[in-house]
């Protein structure tokens, strides 16, 4: 099964059947397959002759990427199992520049001939592609690194853990939910290993074992009587950990606030007891009256605003115009940048572009283009400083080098520019979640990730929460329903006035962050502490039919 | 080859079954053959040809089903997969919703495949691309489109000898034009089983004058207005709404559906009197598969009429449950409308704002259906029956339950992602913001 198709049905519901809807790639295997990598030398062997096949052509530049994904599935519903399942999709890409533009191939047929057949084959569509050409591609230098490789740094291999103690595990979550009387829970266990190996002419023969983690739920409760449902989802952040995030700490949560949350641990079983009864708040919850507000927003809501209204617009694919046709272009013009003194925010917005950061879902050594990762600003205390880069992007931005910021979700897929980990860094001096709220006098906390839309350059959206709470004088009074926030992403940045500190910060994060035509799903984290936004139009969406 | 024949597809299923040592086993193979091309910058970004073919083993002792899948067709590679499907079973634990595979069925031949869009190559793709990059090219504008073919067939069998085969093409484009200026965008997108339908510089044509029209847009207050949706928008919204109709949501209360004291809303009228919606596999505009992934027959199915609801889906297992038939939902939606043109509809209004697509919808509440997203690529204000300039994009709220009781009139269906959907003419429709985007 291809990762994008395993995303996608995390979107549909793991229910009936799974055979005949089963995608047309990848394989299920068991699980002592997934735990046995592909020999180190044979994939450098297969490597060398995707390049020599391809500078035999005429390739200027090659690059191949030998792939594996591993993916595990473990659905539950109430008392049963929907889905159980351990996939692998297996094959080789390679991409080259031959008479100054881009060509890719890719083939799972791993036999010396098909590999040397797919390297052909990309040169003669570069070939075929530079007569529609603009112009030429230009690459920024980048040295081999000679056999390196990086692992994402786990601690129990998910692959590893019984299936019968995940499905136990989930089982206990339903059980635990229709104690505090759920009528409906579902849950599910979404698990990644994407083994990957990368090669190119400048010398790099980089082999990554990255993994990724994913425990969700949503919990759900009826009311015959009014007609009335409510849910309530998982607060869990998706992970790039092992199985050691589903083994709760109590130093990893926060305690204190109408919420508990969850730092680089999770545990499930609190949350979906604490979720029973934040649904039967939501079914009594009065409605949010329109107006402005100062609002307290959550990690576990803010990263996808973060995500929305900070990640995308800074992408340069989508400011140069390649995305316009689908995800769309972007607000952050380059004349913004070169101006040096665009006010994208106030002086408490720091945003930082980083690959590394231990347990987010973008954390590589390496991108898919060899380039080595790391960190840097795209927002200064307010100012668009930066964009994310790509090779063949970097000399738009004069830089020598590219910023890493390569990714493609499959070894049949062509790598292009994704957003790395984009992050708000916390605020310096010591404040809790509970201090600040202690100061808002009309104000709403919001958690947890609900509605969210933006425009295709990133500009007006309106965002809703999981949980709602009404803050008055200082103090959480109980909760609001039908509240949504709507902003332009210049002036809600600019609102922001508040950080709470470093102890606060947490991960949120998306599996599943589309792009691209054909489509491609990356995975992704923000980070952030707790933070204030002041005077924010809120607006009910409340309506009735009929 | 991806396409395998009736009877080459047929070959291999049956010899899957022989494998199989289960109760009941179920089989599928899918192909699919085809290719793309991505523009940008009126320059080709990305051009790709893929080829694959899987198979799916799904086996079942007494409740407890394992499943597994394989893209290699020889003997033993089909009797491993057999196998592990079976493996898979015995350790899964019981369904308790298991249904035993159906019998024989009898199902219509469907008309989803056409030999020309079979025949597609990178030059044909070329081509059509070449006519749009024309456009925007000779108009100083600027293009980023994507165009898309595919043929495919799948293939089902189970242990108790039902077979069905189906074998279908389809051809996508769309495009966006934007002026060099940034300040005007186009949009138009189509898809069809037939290449002949399919003409890029038309259509091209269409998105350049989009950008050109509506450089310059006022913005206008938010605020309830009449809108004419361009088929593309209407079917944005409407989309949404479909998956409401699944009759097990219904009864369990967590749908637009459901009904205050419980039951649902089946057979009461929800919708305007002019709202007919019905799915049809044989229609020739938008044909689609005659059978289900499980088996069933599909068919032509009344969904709506004159705003009543009239059926609710129901899966096999919820079907037994509640004593009735199973009835599968289509993807091919229909909602009739009437013969007037969409510039019939701008003529017959005297104050409006037409939409030519919505962007990023996403649901608010699915209590009401509640949907929220923007207007893009080309919005413009309306009165007495002409445009009259472009207007600044909206974000909306509102809800397609809602919009169907509102709606002043219908033109003529035009095929639109998976439905044929008419240009519809709402009243108070509900915008809640401006956006600078363009």
């Given at each position: 099964?291809?990762r994008?198709?395993?995303l ?6 793991l229910g009936?059947?799974?055979?005949p ?6 394989k299920?295997?068991s699980?002592?397959?997934?735990l046995?990598?592909?020999?180190l ?8 002759i995707a ?8 390739a200027?530049?090659?690059?191949v ?9 473990v659905?539950?519903?109430e008392?049963?199992v ?6 692998e999709?297996?094959?080789l ?6 008479n100054?533009s881009?060509g ?9 001939a098909s590999?040397?057949?797919a390297?052909?084959?990309?040169v003669?569509i570069?070939?075929?592609n530079?007569?529609l050409?603009?112009e030429?591609v230009q ?14 740094p786990?601690?129990?291999n ?7 103690d995940?499905?136990?595990?989930l089982?206990k ?11 409906y ?11 990957k190996y990368?090669?190119?002419?400048d ?10 983690i994913w ?11 009014s007609?009335k449902?409510?849910t ?6 998706p ?7 589903l ?10 606030g109408?919420?508990t ?7 499930i079983?609190?949350?979906?007891s604490?979720?029973a ?10 409605p949010?009256a329109?107006g ?5 927003l959550d ?10 209204s900070?990640g ?12 316009a046709?689908?995800?769309?272009t972007?607000?952050?013009t380059l ?10 925010g106030s002086k408490?917005?720091n945003?930082?572009a ?9 954390a590589?050594?390496y ?11 795209i ?5 668009l400083v930066?964009?994310?880069t ?5 000399h738009i931005?004069?830089?020598?080098e590219?910023?890493?910021?390569c ?8 790598q292009?520019?994704?957003m ?18 202690k100061?808002v006098?009309?104000g709403?906390y919001?958690?947890g990730?609900n509605?969210?839309s933006?425009d295709?350059?990133?500009?007006n ?26 902003a332009?992403?210049?002036?809600f ?16 994060g ?13 995975a ?6 707790t933070?204030?936004?002041n ?6 969406t409340?309506?009735?039919l009929? | ?12 299923l ?6 199989s040592?289960a109760?009941?086993?179920e089989?599928?193979l ?13 320059a080709?970004?990305?051009a ?6 899987s ?16 893209n290699?067709f ?5 009797q491993k997969?057999?196998?592990r499907?079976e ?18 069925q009898t199902?219509?031949?469907?008309n ?25 090219k000779?108009?100083g504008?600027?293009?980023a489109?994507?165009?898309e073919?595919?043929t ?6 189970n ?8 074998k279908?093409?389809?051809v996508?484009?769309?495009?966006t ?15 069809f089983?037939?290449?002949?339908k399919?003409?890029t510089?038309?259509?091209?044509k269409i998105?350049a004058s989009?950008?050109n ?7 206008i207050e938010?605020g309830?207005?009449?809108?004419i ?5 209407a079917s944005?919204?409407i ?8 009759a ?16 649902t809303h089946?057979?009461e009228q929800l919708?305007?009197?002019?709202v ?15 059978f ?7 068919k ?7 705003g009543?609801?009239?059926n ?12 009735v038939?199973p ?16 510039e019939?509809?701008i ?6 704002i037409?939409v030519t ?11 009401t ?6 207007t893009?690529?080309?919005?413009f204000?309306?009165?007495?029956g ?9 974000r909306f709220?509102e809800?397609?339950?809602?919009m ?12 639109t992602?998976?439905g044929l959907?008419p ?8 915008f809640?913001s ?5």
């Amino acid at each position: 099964m291809r990762r994008r198709d395993f995303l996608y049905m995390t979107g549909v519901g793991l229910g009936a059947s799974m055979v005949p809807n089963m995608p047309a790639f990848g394989k299920i295997i068991s699980v002592e397959e997934s735990l046995t990598p592909v020999d180190l030398a044979l994939k450098k062997k297969m490597a060398d002759i995707a390049l020599n096949a391809a500078k035999s052509k005429g390739a200027t530049y090659a690059d191949v990427r030998i792939g594996r994904y591993l993916n595990q599935v473990v659905a539950t519903r109430e008392t049963r199992v929907e889905n159980i399942s351990n996939s692998e999709s297996y094959g080789l890409g390679v991409r080259v520049i031959a008479n100054g533009s881009w060509g890719f191939a890719a083939t799972n047929n791993m036999d010396d001939a098909s590999i040397a057949k797919a390297a052909e084959a990309a040169v003669a569509i570069a070939k075929g592609n530079a007569k529609l050409m603009e112009e030429p591609v230009q690459l920024a230098p980048q040295k081999g690194f000679g056999e390196v490789s990086w692992k994402t740094p786990i601690e129990i291999n998910t692959f590893e853990v019984p299936i019968a103690d995940k499905v136990d595990l989930l089982l206990k979550v339903n059980s635990e939910a229709m104690k505090g009387g759920a009528k409906y829970i579902s849950s599910n266990l979404f698990m990644i290993n994407e083994q990957k190996y990368f090669a190119s002419t400048d010398g790099s023969y980089i082999d990554q074992d990255i993994h990724r983690i994913w425990p969700t739920f949503t919990l759900t409760k009826t009311d015959a009587g009014s007609g009335k449902f409510e849910t309530r989802n998982a607060l869990s952040a998706p992970m790039g950990m092992g199985f050691e995030y589903l083994k709760p700490k109590d130093e990893e949560k926060i305690k204190g606030g109408p919420v508990t949350m969850y730092k680089k641990r999770y545990d499930i079983l609190e949350d979906v007891s604490e979720a029973a009864v934040h649904v039967d708040e939501k079914l009594k919850a009065k409605p949010a009256a329109p107006g402005k507000y100062d609002l307290v927003l959550d990690p576990s809501h803010l990263f996808l605003t973060i995500h929305e209204s900070v990640g995308h617009p800074t992408e340069l694919d989508r400011v140069l115009g390649y995305e316009a046709n689908y995800a769309g272009t972007s607000f952050l013009t380059l004349d913004k940048w070169e101006s040096k003194k665009f006010n994208f925010g106030s002086k408490e917005v720091n945003i930082i572009a980083d690959k590394l950061e231990t347990g987010s879902l973008g954390a590589v050594g390496y991108d898919d283009e060899g380039v080595k990762c790391g960190q840097w600003d795209i927002i200064k205390d307010g100012i668009l400083v930066n964009y994310q880069t790509i090779r063949d992007q970097a000399h738009i931005l004069g830089l020598k080098e590219s910023q890493g910021c390569c990714y493609a979700d499959s070894w049949d897929s062509i790598q292009f520019q994704r957003m790395p980990n984009v992050s708000l860094a916390p605020g310096n001096a010591a404040l809790s979640a509970a201090d600040m709220v202690k100061n808002v006098e009309k104000g709403i906390y919001m958690f947890g990730r609900n509605s969210y839309s933006i425009d295709q350059q990133r500009y007006n959206f309106q965002f809703s929460a999981q949980l709602a709470y009404e803050i008055k004088d200082g103090k959480i009074v109980g909760m609001f329903k039908d509240a949504a926030y709507q902003a332009n992403t210049q002036e809600f940045w600019n609102s922001c006035v508040q950080r709470c500190d470093k102890s606060d910060y947490r991960l949120g994060g998306t599996f599943s962050d589309g792009k691209g035509q054909p489509g491609q799903a990356s995975a992704v984290s923000h980070g952030s502490a707790t933070t204030r936004f002041n005077g924010v139009n809120v607006i009910n969406t409340g309506r009735k039919l009929g | 080859m991806a396409i395998l024949s009736k009877e080459e597809a047929q070959a291999i299923l049956k010899k899957v079954i022989g494998f199989s040592k289960a109760d009941h086993c179920e089989v599928s193979l899918n192909g699919s053959d085809g290719g793309n091309i991505r523009y940008a910058r009126n320059a080709v970004s990305t051009a790709g040809q893929i080829s694959t073919m899987s198979l799916g083993v799904s086996s079942t002792f007494g409740k407890k089903t394992g499943a597994a899948t394989i893209n290699e067709f020889d003997d033993a590679s089909l009797q491993k997969v057999v196998k592990r499907a079976e493996e898979l079973a015995m350790l899964a634990p019981e369904n308790p919703e298991f249904m035993p595979p159906l019998g024989p069925q009898t199902f219509a031949e469907s008309n989803t495949y056409n030999a020309k869009t079979a025949a597609m190559t990178p030059d044909t793709r070329a081509e059509m691309v070449g006519k749009s990059l024309s456009v925007s090219k000779t108009a100083g504008l600027d293009a980023a489109g994507f165009l898309e073919n595919s043929t495919r067939f799948n293939a089902i069998m189970n242990s108790k000898g039902l077979f069905a085969y189906n074998k279908g093409t389809d051809v996508s484009f769309s495009v966006t034009v934007r002026n060099k200026q940034g300040t005007g965008s186009g949009y138009v997108e189509q898809g069809f089983n037939d290449l002949d339908k399919m003409d890029t510089l038309a259509l091209s044509k269409i998105a350049a004058s989009k950008a050109n029209g509506s450089a310059g847009a006022k913005a206008i207050e938010p605020g309830k207005y009449t809108v004419i949706l361009e088929p593309l928008a209407a079917s944005d919204i409407i989309g949404n709404m479909f998956r409401g109709f699944d009759a097990r949501s219904a009864d369990e209360g967590r749908s637009f559906m459901s009904k205050k004291g419980g039951g649902t809303h089946l057979g009461e009228q929800l919708f305007s009197e002019n709202v007919n919606i019905y799915s049809d596999p044989m229609n020739t505009e938008i044909p689609s598969s005659t059978f289900t992934s499980e088996g069933l027959p599909v068919k032509r199915t009344q969904w709506v009429e004159k705003g009543v609801v009239k059926n609710l889906s129901y899966s096999r297992y919820w079907a037994a449950q509640k004593n009735v038939q199973p009835l599968p939902f289509s993807r091919s939606m229909i909602i009739e409308g009437g013969t007037q043109s969409l510039e019939d509809l701008i003529k017959s209004t005297e104050k409006g704002i037409l939409v030519t697509r919505f962007w990023y919808i996403r649901s608010v509440d699915p209590q009401t259906l509640l949907l929220t997203g923007l207007t893009r690529d080309g919005t413009f204000y309306i009165e007495n029956g002409e445009i009259k300039f472009p207007i600044k994009n909206f974000r909306f709220n509102e809800s397609p339950v809602i919009m169907l009781n509102n709606v002043e009139a219908l033109g003529k269906p035009v095929r639109t992602g998976s439905g044929l959907i008419p240009p519809m003419k709402i009243r108070d429709f509900t915008f809640t913001s401006l956006s600078d985007a363009i």
